[in-house]
Protein backbone atom coordinates (compact mmCIF):
# COMPACT_ATOMS: atom_id res chain seq x y z
CA UNK A 1 0.00 0.00 0.00
CA UNK A 2 2.56 2.07 0.29
CA UNK A 3 3.71 1.97 -3.04
CA UNK A 4 0.40 3.20 -4.16
CA UNK A 5 0.47 5.92 -1.74
CA UNK A 6 3.61 7.12 -3.23
CA UNK A 7 2.33 7.04 -7.01
CA UNK A 8 -0.93 8.93 -5.46
CA UNK A 9 1.48 11.41 -3.97
CA UNK A 10 3.72 11.87 -7.56
CA UNK A 11 0.34 12.63 -9.50
CA UNK A 12 -0.58 15.17 -6.80
CA UNK A 13 2.29 16.98 -7.35
CA UNK A 14 2.47 16.81 -11.27
CA UNK A 15 -0.68 17.66 -11.41
CA UNK A 16 -0.10 20.79 -9.33
CA UNK A 17 2.93 21.72 -11.64
CA UNK A 18 1.40 21.79 -14.91
CA UNK A 19 -0.04 18.63 -15.61
CA UNK A 20 1.49 14.97 -16.57
CA UNK A 21 1.96 16.36 -20.28
CA UNK A 22 4.11 19.08 -19.16
CA UNK A 23 6.55 17.35 -16.92
CA UNK A 24 6.70 13.88 -19.10
CA UNK A 25 7.26 15.85 -22.72
CA UNK A 26 7.98 19.24 -21.06
CA UNK A 27 5.49 20.87 -23.30
CA UNK A 28 5.04 24.58 -22.80
CA UNK A 29 4.32 27.39 -25.27
CA UNK A 30 7.19 27.91 -26.45
CA UNK A 31 7.98 24.18 -27.53
CA UNK A 32 4.40 24.42 -29.69
CA UNK A 33 5.38 27.43 -31.22
CA UNK A 34 9.03 25.94 -32.69
CA UNK A 35 7.37 22.90 -33.33
CA UNK A 36 4.62 24.63 -35.83
CA UNK A 37 7.31 27.12 -36.91
CA UNK A 38 9.51 23.76 -37.77
CA UNK A 39 6.40 22.03 -39.51
CA UNK A 40 5.64 25.01 -41.59
CA UNK A 41 9.52 25.46 -42.90
CA UNK A 42 9.47 21.68 -43.41
CA UNK A 43 6.59 21.85 -45.59
CA UNK A 44 7.95 25.09 -47.44
CA UNK A 45 11.24 22.79 -47.89
CA UNK A 46 9.35 20.49 -49.12
CA UNK A 47 7.29 21.97 -51.63
CA UNK A 48 10.17 24.39 -52.87
CA UNK A 49 12.36 20.81 -52.93
CA UNK A 50 9.96 18.86 -55.15
CA UNK A 51 9.56 21.93 -57.56
CA UNK A 52 13.21 21.99 -57.68
CA UNK A 53 14.71 18.85 -57.21
CA UNK A 54 11.99 16.12 -57.53
CA UNK A 55 9.80 17.48 -60.80
CA UNK A 56 12.76 17.47 -62.88
CA UNK A 57 13.81 14.41 -61.33
CA UNK A 58 10.50 12.41 -61.84
CA UNK A 59 10.48 14.00 -65.67
CA UNK A 60 14.14 12.80 -66.22
CA UNK A 61 12.48 9.34 -65.10
CA UNK A 62 9.52 9.74 -67.31
CA UNK A 63 11.94 10.63 -70.45
CA UNK A 64 14.27 7.80 -69.51
CA UNK A 65 10.56 5.29 -69.49
CA UNK A 66 9.75 6.84 -72.81
CA UNK A 67 12.71 6.57 -74.28
CA UNK A 68 12.95 2.44 -72.86
CA UNK A 69 9.42 2.26 -74.16
CA UNK A 70 10.90 3.12 -77.68
CA UNK A 71 13.87 1.09 -77.53
CA UNK A 72 11.43 -1.51 -76.38
CA UNK A 73 9.12 -0.90 -79.36
CA UNK A 74 12.17 -0.70 -81.94
CA UNK A 75 13.28 -4.01 -80.96
CA UNK A 76 10.02 -5.67 -81.49
CA UNK A 77 9.47 -4.27 -84.38
CA UNK A 78 13.22 -4.86 -85.81
CA UNK A 79 12.80 -8.34 -84.22
CA UNK A 80 9.05 -8.70 -86.57
CA UNK A 81 11.51 -7.34 -89.24
CA UNK A 82 14.10 -9.66 -88.86
CA UNK A 83 11.68 -12.65 -88.48
CA UNK A 84 9.55 -11.78 -91.66
CA UNK A 85 13.00 -11.48 -93.12
CA UNK A 86 13.98 -14.90 -92.40
CA UNK A 87 10.45 -16.16 -93.69
CA UNK A 88 11.12 -14.58 -97.36
CA UNK A 89 14.72 -15.64 -97.20
CA UNK A 90 13.25 -19.38 -96.83
CA UNK A 91 10.64 -18.89 -98.87
CA UNK A 92 13.12 -17.75 -101.97
CA UNK A 93 15.55 -20.24 -100.71
CA UNK A 94 12.89 -23.01 -101.11
CA UNK A 95 11.69 -21.47 -104.54
CA UNK A 96 15.36 -21.72 -106.00
CA UNK A 97 15.33 -25.12 -104.54
CA UNK A 98 12.49 -25.51 -106.54
CA UNK A 99 13.77 -23.81 -109.73
CA UNK A 100 16.84 -25.13 -109.29
CA UNK A 101 15.75 -29.02 -109.54
CA UNK A 102 13.15 -27.99 -112.31
CA UNK A 103 15.90 -26.79 -114.62
CA UNK A 104 17.97 -30.35 -113.58
CA UNK A 105 14.84 -32.38 -114.28
CA UNK A 106 14.66 -30.32 -117.94
CA UNK A 107 18.54 -30.67 -118.24
CA UNK A 108 18.19 -33.90 -117.63
CA UNK A 109 15.31 -34.20 -120.22
CA UNK A 110 17.22 -32.38 -122.92
CA UNK A 111 20.67 -34.67 -122.99
CA UNK A 112 17.77 -37.40 -122.66
CA UNK A 113 16.01 -35.67 -126.32
CA UNK A 114 20.08 -35.33 -127.42
CA UNK A 115 20.73 -38.92 -126.65
CA UNK A 116 18.42 -40.02 -128.36
CA UNK A 117 18.76 -37.90 -131.21
CA UNK A 118 22.44 -38.73 -131.25
CA UNK A 119 21.51 -42.22 -131.54
CA UNK A 120 19.06 -41.77 -133.90
CA UNK A 121 21.29 -39.94 -135.94
CA UNK A 122 23.61 -43.08 -135.61
CA UNK A 123 21.44 -45.54 -136.88
CA UNK A 124 20.88 -43.37 -140.05
CA UNK A 125 24.32 -42.89 -140.30
CA UNK A 126 25.01 -46.54 -139.74
CA UNK A 127 21.84 -47.45 -142.08
CA UNK A 128 23.43 -45.13 -144.61
CA UNK A 129 26.75 -46.75 -144.57
CA UNK A 130 25.00 -50.16 -144.90
CA UNK A 131 22.70 -48.84 -147.95
CA UNK A 132 26.10 -47.42 -149.11
CA UNK A 133 28.45 -50.72 -148.51
CA UNK A 134 25.00 -52.62 -150.39
CA UNK A 135 24.94 -50.39 -153.35
CA UNK A 136 28.59 -50.54 -154.10
CA UNK A 137 28.35 -53.87 -153.51
CA UNK A 138 25.61 -53.92 -156.31
CA UNK A 139 28.10 -51.93 -158.15
CA UNK A 140 30.89 -54.22 -157.36
CA UNK A 141 28.89 -57.19 -158.68
CA UNK A 142 27.52 -54.79 -161.77
CA UNK A 143 31.14 -53.86 -162.63
CA UNK A 144 32.10 -57.78 -162.13
CA UNK A 145 29.19 -58.65 -164.46
CA UNK A 146 29.75 -56.37 -167.24
CA UNK A 147 33.91 -57.17 -166.60
CA UNK A 148 32.64 -60.83 -167.38
CA UNK A 149 30.61 -60.24 -170.30
CA UNK A 150 33.41 -58.31 -171.78
CA UNK A 151 35.76 -61.31 -171.02
CA UNK A 152 32.62 -63.36 -172.41
CA UNK A 153 32.39 -61.37 -175.57
CA UNK A 154 36.16 -61.89 -176.05
CA UNK A 155 36.00 -65.11 -175.43
CA UNK A 156 33.20 -65.33 -177.65
CA UNK A 157 34.97 -63.48 -180.25
CA UNK A 158 37.78 -65.55 -180.14
CA UNK A 159 35.37 -68.39 -180.72
CA UNK A 160 34.32 -66.43 -183.75
CA UNK A 161 37.34 -66.14 -184.81
CA UNK A 162 37.96 -69.63 -184.76
CA UNK A 163 34.80 -70.49 -185.79
CA UNK A 164 34.95 -68.35 -189.21
CA UNK A 165 37.86 -69.98 -189.91
CA UNK A 166 35.70 -73.11 -189.45
CA UNK A 167 33.03 -71.47 -191.47
CA UNK A 168 30.48 -71.34 -189.41
CA UNK A 169 27.00 -69.89 -190.44
CA UNK A 170 25.61 -67.11 -187.91
CA UNK A 171 22.95 -69.32 -186.41
CA UNK A 172 24.98 -72.05 -185.50
CA UNK A 173 27.44 -69.44 -184.02
CA UNK A 174 24.49 -67.92 -181.92
CA UNK A 175 23.65 -71.20 -180.88
CA UNK A 176 27.23 -71.91 -179.53
CA UNK A 177 27.35 -68.36 -177.62
CA UNK A 178 24.04 -69.14 -175.92
CA UNK A 179 25.18 -72.77 -174.85
CA UNK A 180 28.52 -70.99 -173.71
CA UNK A 181 26.67 -69.01 -171.45
CA UNK A 182 24.12 -71.25 -169.91
CA UNK A 183 27.10 -73.59 -169.26
CA UNK A 184 28.52 -70.77 -167.28
CA UNK A 185 25.13 -70.29 -165.80
CA UNK A 186 23.81 -67.07 -163.91
CA UNK A 187 25.41 -67.74 -160.69
CA UNK A 188 29.22 -66.60 -163.04
CA UNK A 189 27.19 -63.91 -163.29
CA UNK A 190 25.85 -63.00 -159.61
CA UNK A 191 29.28 -63.79 -157.81
Not at 82 to 94: C, G, H, N, T, V
Not at 112 to 122: G, H, L, M, S, Y
Not at 144 to 160: F, G, P, Q, W, Y
Request: proline residues 1%.
Amino acid sequence: MDSILAVQNMSVTLAEEGGVWKRIFGLDAQLLFDTCITLVAMLVLFVLLSYLLFNPARALIKKRQALIANDMADAKKEKEEAIAFKEEYDSRLKAVKVEADEIMSQTRKKAKKQENEIVEEAKEEAHRIINRAHKEAEHQKNKARDEMKKEMISVATLMAEKMVAVSMDEKSQNEMIDNALKEMGESTWQN
